[in-house]
């Protein structure tokens, strides 16, 4: 096979470089083979098709690499939709395994992880694979329904990436990223490209927040120079919203295609173009191969922008014309197989005329005197929403499929998909769950369908009489929620869940820019309706920051000890060891508490049912809301409670942290999670004791139960959260680690500092830091921060431990556990290291830890081989000097200075925090003594300031 023959020559030639840059892994050309070779193995004896569901796309080129060597035929599904969504979309198809990167059960196929594969193991597999009459296959219509699948020749795929790739220079200079769903057609010229040319694949990291996943993009182009990117024009046009028009500049070539390319887009690319990006606009069907034609933007288009001429093996031509109109029909060498699975949607869509075999695209296309072409419009109910291809007729039919669903219909307005359907019951959310997350569609429970004169569908009529004025005529709106209706009106929604994530941003930035206000990403993941967003706005405006309600009662207090007292339950017998940082605040006796707020939307005895009805949904999904703590030998530890109902109250007021430590950490055998809802501030808490619940964890959780509580998500839906199962995984990796080779790990503390705690003196440092992310922020600031030390000192290093919350591992995926996830991470910053040198050491141990090893672990649950050395991993772990942890940027320092003034941290732990520009490293101990200390790093010269603050 060509594309094997190409892998070959990179392993003979390159095995070592960088073919895939990921945030969670590079993989050489070789450890690319290896993984694909490794597949292999696993795949004899299967069925022709493979399917493949990757949450990590790193491993895409691998996978279908090997799912060639194997002599089988790769089948990407749809990993926008749930796995058993996704699996309905091919269930034509014939298939008996299934490649992941993660764990699944409960189905009758074979699952094989690539997660579990070796990059480093070199295998050779022992079977000669044939060659398949087709190389890959290919959903259209943005994989509603059960789409149409379309298989494409190997000389398909060769044919168009040979006729693009010189087109736009991609070589082994290129880096090109990978920003497109693996499941789209477009995809292909992204991954194939290291295999062809040598270049290097740039994965688009996942990101929890729509907003970050955006704004990350031109935040990527400048870090890894990115040079070729591929882009729908209304990706495009969100981007030059976000980053203004200089954000492709440094770009050497930018492919718009997927929908028609606006004349005011080509505009906005000016700076682009002027700057030397040669920019693309690049149409074509899936069933031709991707792309067929071709034109490159300039500053001279005027009222549109062509679709341009055929690629050379493309043949073009117009049917039915009217003068040079007419419907474009696409033949030659990117024509596919087609529809195999479907002869008779075949025999309408794909004819042969004069020998040559044509796809008929129902496109409506205008030829230009030059030869060049226009798009015009579509003859058929099949539109394009961000660059996909979604058939209004197919996405009615998965809406009328609901059970309670008499009547559905999809019409495509102002840019947006809207479905009105009939119905007794709000069946709202089911739709929307069963729709890829890309539609995000408006979906409208109506009375009636209304109808034009001619009895078609009247779908402006009922957005304006259904969804537009429901929303709008309201007698008690003031001046910001006005505002805010007008700033939404424009994206022709009138509901913030309606928004796509392109809109959502450009919403938020015209928010931001009306108001001279700025909202974070985590404020806006909190943020699910436009009352919600009002709220917000005017506690930032008037610095009113929340209703306060009155404190508990007496009897608040004796029901909450009564409910406490006798509780009664089964445990599992398995135990769940907590965190090494719950246990340390444990065995000190101190308590700690997460406290989640949310605003009710009223206190009935309806309303309360339905929050205890939604709470024991989500306890179903989530098992840190079933754990009650024990003591043993000394050390907490959690167990599942396995025959009682949440704790829940009702209260009058708002329970003292102090009157909650007298209740919670009472007794062992008691819940370590209780729901109370106060009526004072028409508020519900969810409190989790004993530190089971770190911040990332809190901000998951509250995003979930949010979406639950404005009925935005069902319970079903979510995934589920097994601390238990971290735990178990965590338990294993570590009892496997060599303690006499971990001793090498931790740095030897030649000097201690000394330091003494003051508790009447705070010391606040800063300087100037580019915070990118937490590991950017470690290493700048720990690098900073002891050089400075060391500086001052004289010393020949510093060493300590930071606090990581790692949730991706090479064996385990807990991006969804919720609970303390935190790592602690042994460092070192000598006198002689330059940033380089730190920052390699940071990741070398980043990624050892990424495979689930923590000394701190093994030390507090006396873990691992060789445990005679436990003693003296010990006595290393303790003498290193500083304990930083970083909080992330905050709005306020002096809030987080406060608040640490009424905490009883040691000496040695800091704080670091950034904001807008600057580290902060605020602690006790007194680090440092002169007040400014001039450093050069990096080759630039910054100013450590020193401040001693003085308790009031």
Known sequence: MFFLQKLAKRIETIPDRVAISSSTGNLSFRQVNNIAN?????????????????QNTRFVLPVILGIWKAGKIPMPLVSALPLNEALKRVQEVEWNSLVTDFVVTDYDFTNINVEEFDPDKNISFNFQAS???????????????????????????????????????????TRFLFSTPYSFDVSLTEILSPILTGAELVCLPTSPSKTESIRLIPKLINEEKITHLSLSPSFADALLTIGGPDIFKKLKFLMVAGEAFPIDLAKKLKASLKSGCRVFNLYGPTETTIYATYHEVTLNENNYVPIGKPFSGAIVKLVNQEGNKGELYIGGKGVTQGYVLDPVKKREKFISEAGINYYKTGDIVEQLDNGELVFLERMDDQVQVNGIRIELGEVKTIASEVMGVKSAVAKYQNGRIYIFYLADNDKTAEINHKLPRYLNPIIIRVPEFLYTYNRKIDAKKMIEKYYLKKQYLRNDTKDIEQELEKLLAKFNVSALKDLDSLDLVRFIIEVESAFKIEIEDAELNQINNLSQLDQLVVKKLTGNNEVKGAFASEVDLDNLKLLFDNFSAEYGSEPIIASPTAQ?????????????????????????????????????????????????????????????????????????????????????????????????????????????????????????????????????????????????????????????????????????????????????ISFPAKVKDVDTAY???????????????????????????????????????????????????????????????????????????????????????????????????????????YLGEVKSVQAVIDEIWQLPFKANYITMVSNHGKMYAILYGNLLKEKNIKLCIGGKELVVKNQILEKE
């Open 131 to 173: 060659s398949p009459k087709y190389a890959y296959i290919l959903a259209t219509s943005g994989s509603t329904g059960v789409p149409k699948k379309v298989f494409l020749t190997e000389e398909n795929i060769k044919w168009l990436l040979s006729e693009l790739y010189p087109l736009i220079h991609v070589n082994s200079e």
């Open 779 to 885: 290493i700048q600031g720990i690098y900073t921060l002891a050089k400075a030390v060391i500086s001052e000192r004289h010393l020949s290093q510093v060493t300590g431990k930071l606090a990581l919350n790692i949730r991706k591992f090479k064996a385990f995926d807990a991006q969804n556990v919720l609970g303390d996830l935190h790592a602690t991470l042994p460092w070192e910053v000598k006198a002689t290291d330059s940033l380089a040198d730190f920052k390699q050491r940071y990741f070398v141990t980043k990624q050892l830890y990424q495979t689930g090893v923590d000394y701190r672990y093994c030390l507090f649950n006396k873990l691992g081989k060789n445990p005679e050395f436990l003693s003296v991993l010990k006595k290393k772990w303790k003498a290193m000097n500083l304990s930083p942890n």
């Open 584 to 764: 340390s605040l444990f065995s000190q006796g101190k308590t700690s508490f997460s406290i989640l707020e949310f605003d009710l939307k009223e206190t009935s005895y309806t309303e309360i049912s339905r929050i205890y009805q939604l709470l024991t949904e989500l306890a179903n999904k989530v098992d840190l809301l079933n754990y009650a703590w024990f003591i043993n030998d000394k050390k907490l530890e959690f167990r599942p409670i396995l025959n009682s109902s949440i704790p829940f109250l009702v209260t009058t007021g708002e329970i003292k942290r102090s009157d909650l430590e007298k209740i919670m950490y009472q007794k062992p055998g008691q819940p370590i999670f209780i729901a109370l809802v106060d009526l004072s501030s028409s508020k519900l808490r969810l409190i989790f004791s004993h530190h089971s619940l770190d911040a990332a964890s809190a901000n998951l959780l509250k995003k979930m139960f949010s979406n639950l509580y404005q009925g935005d998500e069902l319970a079903s839906a979510l995934p589920v959260s097994s601390f238990a199962s971290y735990s178990k995984f965590l338990k294993k990796q570590n009892e496997h680690v060599d303690l006499a080779k971990a001793i090498e790990e931790i740095p030897e503390t030649k000097e201690n500092l000394n330091l003494f705690k003051d508790k009447k003196l705070l010391h606040v």
């Open 38 to 54: 490794q597949l292999v193995e696993k795949l004899k004896n299967k069925q022709n098709i493979v399917p493949f569901y990757l």
